[in-house]
């Protein structure tokens, strides 16, 4: 995937169900409809590992499992690790929880003044509008109240969020996510997005959304109509692996852009999936040629049974390393750990700073090469023309 990796390449069609009418594939409400939900129709597809085949029964006390056919299609049906695999059929490994895992990860319950809505930053809130998403992300961060599938029982509640935020002249900015925002209907999202635009204090908002990946069938002109009507609005989605980039992806980004609707994307490091510097390096330059900027790599939460997808930090910052200078500023994230209990993100950057004295920044370029930088007060003129200029040192 090098020069050759143009948007024309990428992965289209109807893959196992080419025998579907065109218009029944391209209708996002036939493909939640026939979207896989039980261990009968993934095998009718692909042979599951025992270990999968009880995790899946074990799926309905912890996170549904459902995958539309679109996104199904993107399986490799042969290979027992393919990446996309990983992220969507249940493994054995959710059935076990580590000792330093939790139900609550990233401590969202303790930051709730109304249910539903969650005001940890100063002047940001993450407003859950929808337990419900078009697939489920076997280590998504909110599995205890997403798909309803444990005691959680969150009844997602517009008006006391609208109510927090009508009072709160604080909030400038808010993050609608969930489950996926966008899987509520027109009616429904031109409504919250009217009473959010109609709040003098409310700058612009944000969607958190997979159902591009999952579900580009959804961002047809009714919902681009909605986002030109109640913008700024901006969206982040979530893509993982470069094979989730395919032609029908690419052709929903560019409706939202030419909507006016700023695209990032986050991506979550799991282990087998994205922890390789050269798969997470096509990725972010296939997010490009979408007009998608890389906006966070999360280190995986400590989700209960997810210890099988968690890749080690340190291989987070290795791609990091991997990317910046060598490739697109634009095509770096930012590298994040959500601190467990409730400390929010935690920008997490390889080192280049080597020391910083009175006089100098020492430091280090993206090819480990030593440079020097003068702290010029007071004795400035007089080191700077002494100074002779500094070679650059190998390491
Ligand atoms: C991630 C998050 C936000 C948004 O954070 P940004 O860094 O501004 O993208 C806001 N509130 C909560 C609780 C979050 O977890
Ligand atoms: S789309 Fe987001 S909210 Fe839904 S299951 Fe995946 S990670 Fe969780």
């Not at 289209?12 to 065109?22: E, F, K, L, Y």
């Not at 003044?113 to 809130?125: C, E, Q």
């Amino acid at each position: 995937m090098n020069s050759s990796d143009k948007p024309s390449n990428w992965y289209r069609g109807q893959g196992h169900w080419a025998d579907v009418p065109a218009e029944n594939w391209l209708n996002w409400k036939w493909q939640l409809k026939n979207r896989i939900t039980k261990v009968e129709q993934l095998e009718q597809y692909l042979e599951l590992t025992p270990d999968e085949k009880a995790a899946c029964y074990f799926s309905n006390q912890k996170l549904a499992l459902a995958i539309t056919p679109y996104f199904f299609n993107l399986i490799d049906v042969n290979d027992p690790n393919c990446p996309i695999r990983r992220q969507i059929i249940p493994h054995g490994g959710e059935m076990k929880t580590a000792p330093e895992e939790l139900l609550d990860p990233v401590g969202e319950d303790g930051d709730m003044p109304v249910k539903g809505l969650v005001h940890r930053y100063p002047d940001r809130v993450l407003f859950l509008v929808t337990d419900r998403c078009a697939s489920y992300c076997r280590y998504c961060t909110r599995s205890r109240l997403v798909s309803n599938a444990q005691d959680y029982n969150f009844h997602p509640e517009f008006e006391s969020g609208l109510k927090y935020i009508e009072e709160h002249p604080e909030v400038r900015d808010v993050l609608l996510s969930g489950g996926d925002p966008l899987l509520l209907s027109n009616k429904k999202l031109d409504y919250l997005l009217g009473r959010l635009k109609a709040i003098p204090h409310v700058e612009f908002v944000r969607i958190g959304s997979r159902i591009p990946i999952f579900l580009p069938q959804r961002i047809d002109e009714d919902l681009c109509e909605i986002f030109k009507k109640h913008g700024p609005i901006w969206m982040s989605i979530h893509v993982n692996h470069p094979r989730e980039c395919t032609q029908e992806l690419y052709q929903a980004t560019e409706r939202l852009s030419f909507s006016g609707v700023p695209l990032g994307n986050q991506s979550v490091l799991l282990k087998g999936v994205n922890d390789d510097p050269d798969v997470m390096k096509s990725l972010v330059h296939r997010l490009l040629m979408m007009r998608v900027r890389p906006y966070y790599l999360y280190q995986c939460d400590l989700i209960t049974g997810s210890r099988h997808l968690r890749a080690d930090v340190r291989k987070g910052i290795e791609i990091i390393q991997h990317l910046r200078g060598h490739t697109t500023g634009y095509a770096v994230p930012q590298f994040v750990i959500d601190a467990p209990g409730g400390g929010g993100k935690v920008p997490i950057n390889p080192d280049y700073v080597e020391e910083i004295t009175d006089d100098e920044v020492i430091m280090r370029n993206f090819e480990g090469r030593q440079y020097r930088y003068p702290l010029v007060a007071g004795r400035k003129a007089v080191n700077i023309d002494a100074a002779p200029t500094p070679e650059p040192l190998l390491v």
